[in-house]
């Protein structure tokens, strides 16, 4: 007998999680270009002698790149919550289907 109560519960962490880690991955690509004008703008205010060669400093500078490590992380994450998520959806379809198999055998149907 499928345990209906409890896939329905494991479905609903797993969509949790997916959903904490796309918000997570979707607030740090939105401000990614802040970010980087950020760091542009204080590289401007140190002297940098034109907005390109800002903008490089601030590309090349170890806060913003850290950044793009978290936001890489964050992407691989959302990812794998997603993996796990539409993992579990396939599974309960797939246990949903073995039991209707099941009782078509049987002659239930």
């Known amino acids: 007998m499928?345990?209906?109560d409890k896939l329905a519960k494991q479905l609903g962490e797993r969509g949790e999680?997916?959903?904490?880690?796309?918000?997570?991955?979707r607030a740090l690509e939105d401000t990614e270009k802040s970010i980087l004008a950020k760091h542009t703008q204080h590289f401007m205010s140190a002297g940098a002698r034109s907005?390109?060669?800002?903008?490089?400093?601030?590309?090349a500078c170890v806060e913003?790149?850290?950044f793009l490590e978290a936001k890489a992380t964050?992407?691989?994450e959302y990812g794998l919550a997603t993996v796990k998520y539409e993992t579990?959806?396939?599974?309960?379809e797939m246990q949903r289907s073995n039991k209707a198999y099941e009782r078509t055998q049987m002659g239930l149907v």
């Open 88 to 92: 579990m959806k396939v599974y309960i």
């Open 74 to 76: 964050a992407r691989h």
């Open 2 to 4: 499928i345990d209906a």
């Open 17 to 25: 999680m997916w959903a904490n880690t796309q918000a997570a991955f």
């Open 64 to 66: 913003y790149c850290e």
């Open 51 to 59: 907005q390109a060669a800002a903008e490089s400093q601030a590309r």
